[in-house]
């Protein structure tokens, strides 16, 4: 074999080596592609296979027969009670295994089974939405130093309140039975709420506020289940305070001529005052009310044994509105020789929200007139502006306004 024969068959085997390298990297990378997508396929067959599971659990669950829910009666021996189910009569049946022994009490709600009848689950008791969004999570940032003009009243309701809750054995010791409930009564923003809030602070109870409007409901009896809801919740997030606001709009004096819905308003009232009865004094459930017209009241929601305590908080004297011109102007930047004793003076006949406004508008002016400080004329502007407020002495519409 000449040398040029060996050159042509050296050189045919090296492209054949050439090819055979080629044909491996594309090899190599279908092979790395087929496993890639052996693991997608392994992945989206596991999706499915969980997906396909749900959804068998969610038919089971859609075909299973309804249950009936049902209250309690009695407890008896061998696993069994008495149920008084949606349906009507009374039935004694048993309970599933697979509900802990010692959730089943009297009074309870259960789900029974429609056939059987048999106790399947323990509901939880059901809260209406208006009472359970009554519960104030977070604890109100209002303290007894915010609150000015009123040392007397919150000594009153410091008593009835936060010493029981927090001091029982003072009254044991003297032998006394504190108040069941505090009313508060006064013209409008002389701070009963605020007092409410300070109290609730200072005791780290739950604090309940609901609007005694709240409470009157358009279908006969609901009112009523609102009420006995509300105690039931204060009861469970015991130790709680009850601050029922603008009480006069549930608690007016009842009439004998009445509409159908006056008496509808009657029965929450006639809830209330059982509720008042039903619980004692020396509980850690406190009942606070709220109202500027004392005058309208029921007889009956006054009686000793309910409200016990009637704190009036009137309007502020000098030396009250002092310190609340002390309180609102600690943060604001006044002109050399502004007082609050000579600000509580030209303020006379004010409430504290109304001195809370006086402030706000002084400042208003300040920053209208592009100054940094607050003088004794922004002041005495704001005064006369927050007194015509409250006359109502505003600004004719102008004609025409409307078309």
């Keep these: 074999m000449t040398n040029d024969d060996m050159s042509v068959e050296i050189s045919e085997l090296k492209a054949k080596i050439v090819s055979l390298e080629e044909r491996n990297v594309r090899l190599m990378e279908d092979l790395q592609n087929a496993e890639s997508e052996k693991r997608y396929s392994e992945g989206e067959l596991f999706r499915l296979q969980k997906d396909l599971s749900r959804l068998r659990n969610e038919m089971e669950r859609l075909k299973s027969p309804p249950l009936i829910v049902g209250s309690v009666r009695d407890v008896l021996p ?33 789900s029974l089974n429609k ?44 008593e009835a309140v936060e010493d029981p809750l927090l001091r029982p054995e003072l009254y044991a010791k003297v032998g006394v039975v504190p108040p069941k409930g505090v009313l508060l009564v006064g013209p409008p923003g002389t701070g009963k709420t605020l007092m409410a809030k300070a109290v609730a602070n200072a005791t780290e109870a739950t ?12 279908y006969i009896g609901e009112g009523a289940r609102l009420v006995r809801e509300l105690f039931q919740l204060a009861r469970e997030k015991a130790p709680s305070i009850i601050f029922i606001d603008e009480l006069d709009s549930v608690g007016a004096r009842r009439l004998d001529v009445a509409t159908s819905g006056d008496r ?9 005052l059982s509720e008042l009865d039903g619980f004692t004094p020396t509980s850690d459930v406190k009942i606070i009310g709220a109202t500027n017209r004392p005058d309208i009241l029921d007889d009956a929601l006054l009686r000793p044994g309910r409200f016990d305590r009637i704190i009036d908080v009137g309007l502020p004297d000098i030396e009250g509105r002092e310190q609340i011109f002390n309180i609102h102007i ?44 607050i003088s004794e004329k922004d002041f005495a502007d704001a005064r006369d502006k927050v007194k015509e407020t409250a006359k109502g002495k505003t600004n004719p519409v102008p004609a025409n306004m409307f078309g």
Excluded: H
């Design 78 to 110: 061998n696993n069994r009670v008495v149920v008084k189910s949606s349906t009507g009569p009374d039935f004694v049946v048993t309970v599933s295994e697979y509900v802990p022994e010692g959730d089943i009490q009297p009074g309870c709600r259960v």
């Design 115 to 158: 056939q059987t009848l048999s106790v399947m689950d323990v509901l939880p008791s059901p809260i209406d939405p208006v009472v359970s969004g009554a519960e104030i999570l977070d604890k109100p940032d209002v303290t007894y130093d915010d609150i000015g003009g009123l040392k007397d009243q919150m000594r009153e309701l410091r």
């Design 207 to 218: 604090f309940i506020r609901l609007v005694g409007s709240e409470l009157v409901q358009k």
């Design 264 to 272: 509808e308003v009657q029965r929450t009232l006639m809830q209330l």
């Design 330 to 373: 600690a943060s604001m930047n006044l002109e050399d020789g502004i007082s609050a004793k000579k600000l509580a003076e030209m303020c006379d006949g004010m409430s504290g929200a109304q001195i809370k406004n006086v402030c706000t508008e002084a400042g208003m002016l300040a920053i209208r007139d592009g100054r940094d400080a």
